[in-house]
């Protein structure tokens, strides 16, 4: 994802630079973004808390102590955590809504999530949250459990699929990720706007709301 980032940024007006090995100028930084791992995630949130600098973070595998650690952080500093910072999930989740509240039989529901075999979280942190946002959808006829089923295969950015199976037939919606800048472009417009934030907690739903 760094060089992700680096390359859009390479394309606009943003600039970026290596936390960890650069001497900055802290006054010209908008945000910090992390894409590392929950080791990573915590010399992030440590840096922000000190130099008050708010954080973007898709890091996913995230524990109770990590989270713990946001709800210290987020008093100072403002913070977006989002496992999945592409418009198209967003939508994805729209349009699943759309579909459960026009049908009226119970369903059963399947998420199936595909990503390249060095992805070392199981299942995907946008597959857990897609699962979250089913089961607390009010007003939806979905069986209980919702399973959720993971393949680590290749060099695959993410694929999301989630089936519906009712006495009616078999709906299917689905995400595909071609590559890693949809989610590099996501965090740097979410990095722009989340500079002029008070303190607290965001969701990349609420800089898709402010945005659009």
């Avoid at 709906?171 to 500079?195: D, E």
């Amino acid at each position: 994802m760094g060089q992700a980032i680096q390359a859009q940024c390479e394309q606009s007006d943003f600039k970026a630079m290596d936390f960890q090995l650069e001497v900055k100028d802290l006054n010209d930084v908008s945000a910090v973004i992390d894409f590392s791992s929950p080791d990573g995630f915590i010399a992030c949130i440590d840096f922000c808390i000190e130099n008050s600098i708010p954080l973007i973070s898709g890091t996913t595998g995230l524990s109770a102590n990590h989270l713990k650690k946001v709800g210290n952080a987020k008093k100072s500093v403002p913070i977006l955590l989002a496992s999945n910072m592409s418009l198209g999930i967003s939508n994805l989740k729209s349009s699943i809504e759309h579909y459960l509240l026009s049908i009226n039989s119970p369903t059963k529901c399947k998420i199936i999530e595909i990503h390249h075999k060095n992805k070392k979280d199981s299942p995907s942190g946008t597959a857990i949250e897609i699962q979250s946002f089913l089961e607390n959808l009010p007003e939806s006829n979905i069986d209980r459990p919702i399973d959720v089923e993971s393949y680590r295969i290749g060099n695959i950015f993410g694929i999301h699929r989630i089936v519906f199976e009712n006495a009616e037939g078999i709906t299917t919606f689905q995400h595909i990720a071609n590559s890693r800048n949809i989610f590099a472009r996501g965090a740097l417009q979410a990095a722009k706007w989340i500079h002029s934030k008070e303190a607290g907690e965001y969701t990349f739903a609420d800089f898709l709301n402010k945005k659009l």
